[in-house]
């Protein structure tokens, strides 16, 4: 059973959409979770509805959370560091996985398998940096304009 | 059966143990006299958490030992008046102001005696008090962090003993001085020793509490020359008083051991501390010129600052009648407890072979009577009859300190006969008694010095442990034994060895605080003046000879990681901010050649390391603290050149 919660995000005028998400879902079994399947990942976000634009003062609040949070180990192009650079990462990943990824990093690494491959690959444990949801939805707008810029493109994973 | 043999030696020895005790003081065997089934009763399964958290005194190390109960694991050292290479508390920039004093940075005391604060009587855990008992001080730990976050120096007095005791809406925690000594101005305190029947002052200082724990010394009152040895809080119709045992009433100055055991009687003295703050709202007192350090720590800059205060509010109980009675105690009494209910006062002579019960409502009757025997220094001496509720008879040797169970039994220590012994308060009568191994101190019941003990275990704090456990050497771990008190007979269950030497201990339901416990620092709340937000902000720069690092740690490496033009005669500070913010993720920071200690830097927090190189070459930094598969690689190089080389200053990382 889903308990729909509605986290409405509104940032001066720009409407940038809403995000739906839920109580975490247990899957018993061996049994993938539905949001894996879709590539959403597993955690509170099952849905982000993105806006066309890009809105700036999400940017702004963004940019000034991952140079504290997330800059140790993620380059903004596409050389990885400790973790993977953040170049075209709205174009491969669904912002919801992202999101997910950001805020419930240790039941992704658990139950994720494209989670899982990074590990592999990174042999480091991504570790929870203490984003709330509304912060992690400001850091996806920060990376759509960062993946826009570098390569003219963005939200490609999205469909 | 191999059952019953066990049991019927350790009947026998339990008999062996009665007669060594009959014939000498001493218990002649160690025996084995836990019950058949001990060990499942102090099991915690692995994953599973003990019931209670034990606060425990370090004794000579200076620390806090949190243990749990039953188990009797050692789940933490905290580091309160003594440097603590493993964290680096007393050695980074931001810590060293806790240890400092008027006397300098004092980097180690003798810590005796835990209280944990209350709300009506009843444990509240919000914070841990513990005395410093050489350079006399109070320190209030968090206990949401298991920090020590605030110290306050305790001026015109000696020797911290009577201390850090607490009334039962923790409105004030107290400190008796153990040595009296003279109170003026350092001048006036050259004078000869045996001048200490006339020059020798006592002290008892009240510290208040605010709300948020912070302390301030309230007032100081003005005492005969004495010994204060152990003190309690009233508490229910007691509340408003303060009970201190004294010894050396006869006022020596010198081979004390006799001197100051020839009275037949000494003193608990009765403060009425309401009736001082009376006095203190209608202006009396004197402001006095005294010199005492006060150290608060700041969580959201991580760094502790010292204040050093000028003066003192002090009050005369001579001339401002009413505040202090003598009650006579027999022979030097050590411990003074109050029973759950605040109508018993008990003393423990530690010389007597008695134990006086003292009845509150009898006190209040001899006072308001006028029912004195006579004067103690101007101070009036209540008739020992009339206060007593009874005696304890021939209760064993050299009771220290008593415990309640809140089912009206009493557990008293006895130091020279090595044994606890259980007794009604009410009736006086000995109901049981059990050998300890050996020598006991303190003992501790959860919640046992408060309104509400939960009688289930009691923990003995032994001075001597010969053979209890895998020799090691001429100096061995301290022991401590656990008891079930649940039932009519006290039953041993567990050793345990302890960390440097616990004097007082108290016990707590885990409940009461471990949801609450503080996992992380907030890296956005950092305000620490030299706090590095993130890698990109990573940089050294130069202040005439001082090199400011500000560097950031995550897992794993260190931004920067290289760094030059460092000039032998530079100080340079490393201020390492740890921009985790996941629970139980801390790093270390080390560099060769650093002559303090690392330093442990909590998630979101920043601390300073300050190092001066002695040499040219290449010096290594890395972190201490195994924190991922790729921990090994979380390291950097610092160059060092002569002091007139013209290297650049410059940092980098991955370049």
Not at chain 1, 61 to 69: A, E, F, L, N, R
Not at chain 2, 310 to 334: A, G
Not at chain 2, 629 to 638: D, F
Request: net charge negative; proline share 5%.
């Amino acid at each position: 059973m889903l308990i729909a919660l509605l986290f409405l995000i509104s940032c001066g005028g720009g409407d940038t959409g809403t995000i739906t998400s839920t109580t975490t879902q247990s899957s018993g079994g061996d049994d993938e979770p539905q949001s894996i399947r879709e590539g959403k990942g597993i955690g509170e976000i099952t849905h982000v509805e993105l806006t066309a634009d890009i809105d700036e003062n999400m940017v702004e609040v963004g940019k000034s959370i991952y140079d504290m949070k997330c800059s140790s180990c993620h380059k903004l192009n596409d050389q990885r560091v400790v973790g993977p650079g953040f170049e075209n990462i709205t174009n491969r990943r669904k912002p919801e996985w992202i999101m997910n990824m950001i805020t419930n990093v240790d039941v992704m690494l658990d139950k994720d398998p494209e989670a899982q491959a990074m590990l592999e690959e990174c042999l480091m444990r991504m570790p929870n940096q203490n984003v709330s949801v509304g912060d992690a939805r400001q850091l996806l707008e920060f990376m759509r304009k960062n993946d826009k810029e570098r390569t003219g493109q963005m939200d490609a994973a999205v469909n | 059966m191999k059952i019953k043999q066990v049991f019927r030696i350790t009947a026998v020895s339990a008999a062996i143990v009665a007669m060594g005790m009959a014939t000498g003081c001493r218990p002649q065997t160690s025996g084995s006299q836990s019950v058949g089934d001990a060990a499942s009763r102090v099991y915690v399964a692995p994953g599973e958490h003990d019931e209670f958290y034990n606060i425990v005194s370090g004794g000579f190390n200076g620390q806090i030992s949190v243990v749990g109960l039953p188990s009797g694991r050692v789940l933490k050292i905290v580091p309160v008046f003594s440097a603590h290479p493993e964290n680096g508390y007393g050695f980074s920039e931001e810590s060293k102001p806790m240890l400092n004093t008027s006397h300098g940075y004092v980097p180690w005391d003798d810590l005796h005696h835990i209280a944990i604060s209350t709300t009506n009587g009843e444990h509240d855990a919000r914070w841990a008090f513990a005395n410093g008992n050489n350079t006399p001080r109070i320190a209030r730990l968090n206990l949401n962090t298991f920090e020590t976050e605030e110290i306050i120096e305790i001026p015109n007095s000696a020797g911290n003993h009577s201390s850090p005791f607490i009334t039962e809406n923790t409105e004030y925690v107290i400190a008796g001085t153990r040595f009296s000594v003279p109170i003026g101005t350092d001048e006036d305190n050259d004078v000869s020793i045996d001048t200490y029947k006339k020059n020798f002052r006592g002290t008892v200082s009240f510290i208040k509490v605010g709300n948020q724990g912070d302390m301030s010394l309230a007032f100081q009152l003005v005492t005969p020359g004495v010994n204060f040895d152990l003190s309690r809080a009233g508490k229910g119709k007691s509340h408003g008083w303060f009970f201190f045992s004294t010894y050396n009433t006869e006022q020596a100055h010198t081979l004390l051991e006799v001197n100051a055991s020839q009275r037949d009687k000494d003193f608990i003295m009765a403060v009425n501390w309401k009736k001082a703050e009376e006095y203190i709202k209608a202006g009396e007192g004197n402001l006095v010129k005294a010199r005492y350090a006060h150290n608060k720590l700041d969580h959201n800059t991580h760094t502790a600052s010292s204040t050093m205060m000028e003066e003192v509010l002090q009050l005369d109980p001579k001339l401002l009648k009413d505040i202090i009675y003598f009650i006579p105690c027999p022979k030097s009494p050590h411990g003074t407890d109050v029973d759950p209910t605040g109508e018993y006062i008990v003393g423990s002579g530690k010389l007597a072979a008695l134990i006086p019960v003292f009845s509150f409502t009898k006190l209040m009757k001899a006072i308001e009577d006028k029912d004195f025997e006579g004067e103690y220094d101007g101070h009036p001496i209540i008739r020992y009859e009339s206060a007593l509720h009874g005696v304890v008879d021939k209760p064993g040797l050299g009771p220290l300190h008593t415990e309640f169970d809140g089912r009206g039994n009493a557990y008293t220590s006895m130091f020279v006969s090595s044994e606890i012994v259980k007794w009604d308060i009410e009736t006086l009568e000995v109901l049981d008694r059990t050998p300890t191994f050996y020598s006991i101190g303190h003992l501790s019941i959860p919640g046992g010095p408060t309104a509400k003990p939960h009688g289930k275990y009691m923990v003995a704090y032994n001075k001597i442990t010969k053979d209890r456990y895998l020799p090691t050497g001429p100096e061995l771990a301290h022991s401590a034994q656990l008891f079930d008190i649940s039932g009519d007979k006290m039953q041993l269950l567990l050793d345990f060895p302890t960390i440097g030497e616990p004097h007082y201990a108290e016990a707590f339901p885990a409940t009461l605080i471990k949801d609450k416990q503080v996992k992380i620092y907030r890296i956005e709340d950092n305000n620490h003046p030299y706090v590095t937000k993130g890698a990109g902000n990573a940089r050294v720069e130069r202040d005439g000879n001082k090199v400011h690092v500000y560097m950031t740690s995550i897992r794993s490496h260190f931004a920067p990681d290289n760094i030059e033009g460092v000039k032998v005669g530079d100080d340079v500070y490393f201020h390492v901010t740890n921009l985790e913010q996941d629970w139980d993720v801390p790093h270390g920071f080390a560099i060769k050649g650093a002559n303090t200690a690392e330093i442990l830097i909590m998630p979101g927090a920043t601390q300073t390391l300050k190092w001066t190189p002695d040499r040219p070459g290449i010096f290594p930094f890395y972190c201490t603290d195994f924190c991922s598969a790729l921990h090994q690689e979380m390291s950097g190089y610092l160059r060092v050149s002569p002091a007139n080389s013209t290297v650049a200053l410059k940092s980098s990382l991955g370049e």
